[in-house]
């Protein structure tokens, strides 16, 4: 099931953007199927595959890789694949014998996918690094942050997910359609500060017309603005509000009973510190679910700043079964929507080298095969 179906992905595993390419990939109907290390690195899988989104929804082998017939076994899975995804650092691949070269010498319409933090080339490409330095040499770190505070880290969704896994998966897409056309592979080489950036790619465009040229926090979308941003309520709880446009902003008033008095203009910068205090007086008399049955239906760009525990019993969220049980972990559904290839619902992460027999054989191996292998100790699967 799925948009995907159909598709082969070797996926070589890693931390990070790699997985989450490869989730994407298999929510969407992909067959991903995951080569591990025989010996654990300890980075992969959680503690337990249970607690482990990032593994979902594909099968394991494992494989040594410093065995040549471990490379050899891996060469001749990428043969029938339609795309591979690796996130070691640049010469890796090229070591083990699995670089580029050699994996479309095997499959000439191979999409090769590889996503590090700063590229595969220039003056940083080896050095080590993680979400909040590609975030930073991205110049989004900068942008994020109270006013006269340090920059604030968005845990790691904007680089290592947004910025990596995301756009090396729609990179590996747009290169399996392109290919399809003209049975011609190539090397999609996505850098997470480069990802990243493309993220902020509005802000050149408010910085060069001047409506984004106060410091962090000082802005309309960084928490600048008292009319986008989020608020204690009664309760200790928060709500979001994002009333931009003057019918919004006008709308937001009302419900809040300022309609009738003598503010500051809501993009009266000079002004936003009364009007922000008169907001946080005003939400600190009555508990956030108040808020929400007041704002509903009003048109006033508002929500409840929702913890993980409320999320599957949202109306809005239950309504669309945004969230899902996978093995016993509530987790984000597939998305995007189908209407008609839908997707189907994940299937828990799997241990290492857990149903790896049965994707080689569908891979096109035979039994005699598998074992074969099992046997010399090239690979590792049940």
């Not at 933090?117 to 942050?145: F, K, R, S, T």
């Not at 997470?192 to 802005?219: D, H, I, K």
């Not at 709308?251 to 500051?264: C, H, I, Q, S």
């Not at 509903?296 to 700043?305: H, I, K, Q, S």
Request: with cysteine; glycine share 14%.
């Amino acid at each position: 099931m799925g948009p995907l179906a159909g598709i082969r992905i070797v996926e070589f595993a890693g931390i990070g953007p790699g997985p989450f390419c490869a989730t994407l990939l298999a929510d969407m109907g992909a067959q991903v199927l995951r080569l591990d290390r025989v010996t654990p690195s300890g980075l992969g899988l959680a503690s337990t595959p249970r607690f482990d989104p990032l593994g979902r929804g594909r099968r394991s082998v494992a494989v040594d890789l410093k065995n040549p017939r471990g490379v050899a076994f891996a060469l001749d899975l990428v043969a029938t694949a339609d795309g591979l995804i690796e996130g070691f650092r640049p010469g890796v691949m090229e070591r083990l014998g699995l670089g580029p070269e050699a994996c479309l010498a095997r499959n000439p319409s191979l999409v090769f996918g590889r996503v590090t933090g700063w590229g595969q080339d220039g003056p940083m490409a080896h050095e080590a690094g993680h979400d909040i330095n590609y975030i930073a040499l991205a110049g989004v770190l900068a942008c994020i942050g109270p006013a006269g505070g340090k920059p604030v880290p968005p845990l790691n969704v904007v680089g290592d997910f947004g910025g990596g896994g995301m756009f090396l998966a729609f990179g590996m897409l747009a290169a399996m359609m392109e290919a399809a056309r003209s049975g011609k592979g190539q090397v999609v080489d996505a850098a997470m500060t480069e990802g990243a950036a493309y993220l902020t790619l509005p802000l050149f465009g408010w910085r060069g017309s001047g409506l984004w040229n106060a410091p962090r926090g000082e802005n309309v979308l960084d928490g600048g603005a008292p009319y986008y941003d989020a608020y204690h309520t009664a309760d200790g709880r928060w709500v979001s509000i994002g009333a931009i446009e003057p019918k919004f902003y006008a709308n937001l008033l009302d419900v809040l009973g300022l309609g009738g008095e003598a503010l500051p203009a809501q993009h009266d910068r000079d002004g936003w510190p009364a009007l922000r205090r008169r907001f946080e007086q005003v939400f600190a008399s009555a508990s956030r679910d108040e808020w929400c049955r007041r704002f509903e239906g009003r048109d006033a760009c508002f929500a409840p700043v929702l913890d993980a525990a409320e999320l599957a019993a949202h109306p809005q969220h239950a309504a669309r079964s945004a969230f899902v049980d996978v093995g016993g972990l509530l987790q984000p559904a597939p998305a995007p929507r189908f209407s008609r290839t839908p997707a189907a619902s994940p299937a828990p992460a799997r241990a290492t080298g857990d149903g790896g027999t049965e994707a080689l054989l569908h891979w096109g191996m035979t039994e005699t095969d598998v074992s074969e292998l099992r046997s010399a100790g090239v690979i590792a699967c049940t």
